[in-house]
Structure formats: structure tokens, C-alpha cells
């Protein structure tokens, strides 16, 4: 699925055929919104691969035992002066 950037509709790459504006050059790959009809470059495959790998990444630290978000959990996290007389 493809979101529109403009008006946030979701749709299929088959729905947003490329090049509906009369573009002069064929084939050039753009993606045209079928709700609002604005027209923007599709993902590139690094963008997709490191959006997959960061999701990845963001599902095991938010597993059950693990600490969301990258803050220490209360009971590990130290005072200022604690321990010291």
C-alpha cells in the first residue's frame, strides 16, 4: 500500500498509475494519488529497507522484560549524592 503524502489516502500501486498528468517523459515513475491527484516519486528500496529494519528494531525493544522507548526502568536509575554521608 502507498500513503499519500498530501491528503493521506491509502492505496494500491495498480490505483496510482504513473504519469497521468501528460507527462513528457515516459515512463518516469511517478505516482499519482487517485483521491487528490498529487504526484510524488515512489519509495525508493533503501527508504523501504531501513524503514523495515527500524520497525524491526523498535518491536524488540518494546517486547515483554524490555525497556520502551530507551529509558532505564525507575529501580536502576541512580540520584544525585545517593550512598554518599
Do not use: W, Y
Request: include cysteine; charged fraction near 15%.
Amino acid at each position: 500500500m502507498i500513503d499519500c503524502s498530501m491528503c493521506g489516502h491509502s492505496f494500491t500501486p495498480e490505483e496510482g498509475a504513473a504519469c497521468r498528468s501528460g507527462c513528457p517523459v515516459a515512463g518516469c515513475g511517478m505516482v499519482t494519488c487517485p483521491s487528490c491527484g498529487f504526484e510524488f516519486p515512489p519509495a525508493s528500496k533503501l527508504v523501504s529497507f531501513v524503514t523495515n529494519v527500524t520497525n524491526l528494531v523498535r518491536g524488540r525493544r518494546s517486547a515483554p522484560g524490555g525497556t520502551k522507548g530507551g529509558t532505564p526502568p525507575a529501580h536502576t536509575a541512580r540520584t544525585q549524592g545517593a550512598g554518599r554521608e
